[in-house]
């Protein structure tokens, strides 16, 4: 992405971009490396699917389906529920083909891929027919695929709105990078643990905009009792952890943006849980939070950033499963000076 950046700038100008699609594209590519060991970028199969995950997300949000709030009214959502079986089935076509032509070049294949140890431990097991396995592989990938990609892309969106309007911060975080790295190599991944600040802005952009605002809705296996309120096994459980991170009662000014809340380690400290908690907390957290590092700390590295305007970037979000940008964000960017040698050999 970085390099595609590069070559769609001027050397000395500013030109506008609009960066939801290629941090999304960038999200979409990562996972489909590691999962089938190929870049689809281009690809038609590509472009559908980061549709799908999208239109996904805007039906699955838990407060887009009447009948999950009162049940005698679950009739009126049937348009959802035929829409998300169509869905499905157009998700399910298209892994299936990846996956039949995974199986026919996986002999001349040197790199080992997720897809590839999955099937191999299909073949190895005999008990095991295809169908059953596909029932396994298909959704385990679109489950990779749905929560790995919207998530670490709108929070790398969202950090980069914060910073615009907040062009101290920006500074902050860039002088940071320049101190740590300097301007000779790109930013690495073991870059992360020595940038202390920009681990700041991602935790508070967080805070702001959790990827999952409540989380993924919950079913109590049991009955319970939950601060007072008696809850009825098989109830579904919502948190609100885009609430709980605004609680005036736990954070000072919680509407504003300061990355600075979290530098000390006895201050307001780590109250948040944009990740979830207990055992079915986020297991994708150590690979999220590394990406969003890596692109948001490169960004940083390599480009002046600003606003298209005069006026602050419009922070209004969308709905669904995840916490979009009402619009994708648009900014100016140009090469930094100090970085064009090394831009220039990517
Ligand atoms: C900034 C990035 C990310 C954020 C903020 C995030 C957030 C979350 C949240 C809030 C949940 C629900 C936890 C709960 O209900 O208690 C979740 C679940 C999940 N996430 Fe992530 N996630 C991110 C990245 C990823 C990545 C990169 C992957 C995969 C490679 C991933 C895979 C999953 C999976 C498979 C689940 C379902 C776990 C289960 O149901 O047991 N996530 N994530």
């Known amino acids: 992405m970085i390099s595609t950046l590069f070559h769609e700038c001027s050397d000395k100008e500013s030109s506008k ?10 999200a979409m590519n990562n996972m489909m490396r590691m999962i089938f060991g190929k870049d689809l970028a281009g690809s038609e199969g590509a472009g559908s699917f980061r549709e799908m995950v999208k239109e996904a997300h805007s039906l699955l949000g838990a407060s887009t389906s009447l009948g999950d ?6 009739w009126t959502d049937w348009k959802a529920r035929r829409t998300i079986l169509r869905l499905a089935r157009r998700r399910d076509e298209f892994l299936q083909s990846l996956i039949d032509e995974h199986i026919r070049k996986m002999k001349e294949m040197e790199e080992k891929t997720m897809i590839g140890v999955l099937l191999e431990l299909q073949n190895s097991d005999r008990q095991s027919n295809n169908d059953e396995d596909s029932m396994i592989i298909k959704p385990l990938i679109i489950g990779l695929l749905q929560a790995g990609t919207d998530t670490s892309s709108d929070t790398v969106e969202w950090a980069m709105s914060l910073l615009l309007n907040n062009p101290d911060k920006l500074k902050k975080a860039r002088d940071e990078i320049d101190a740590c790295i300097g301007n000779d190599r ?10 202390p600040y920009l681990q700041c802005v991602i935790t508070e952009t967080l805070r ?4 999952a605002p409540l989380l993924v809705p919950h079913e109590s296996a049991e009955e319970c009792t939950v601060g007072g309120y008696h809850i009825p096994r098989g109830t579904m459980l919502l948190v609100n952890a885009y609430a709980i991170h605004r609680d005036p009662e736990t954070w000072a000014e919680p509407e504003r943006f300061e990355p600075e809340r979290f530098e000390d380690p006895k201050g307001e400290g780590n ?6 908690m207990g055992r079915r907390r986020c297991p994708g957290e150590g690979l999220g939070v590394r990406v969003v590092g890596i692109v948001l700390g490169t960004m940083i590295q390599c480009f002046e950033w600003e606003r298209v305007g005069e006026e602050e970037v419009d922070m209004t979000e969308g709905s669904g499963l995840t916490l979009p940008r009402a619009k994708p964000l648009e900014a100016m960017y140009r090469p930094r000076e100090s970085m064009l040698s090394v831009l220039s050999r990517l």
Not at 17 to 26: Q, R, T, W
């Open 271 to 276: 109250k948040t849980l944009p990740f979830g």
């Open 17 to 26: 971009v609009e960066l939801k699609s290629k941090l999304f594209g960038l």
């Open 69 to 74: 709030f009162i049940p005698f009214l679950g």
């Open 186 to 195: 790109l930013l690495q991944e073991t870059d992360l643990p020595n940038l």
């Open 208 to 211: 702001l905009y959790p990827a």
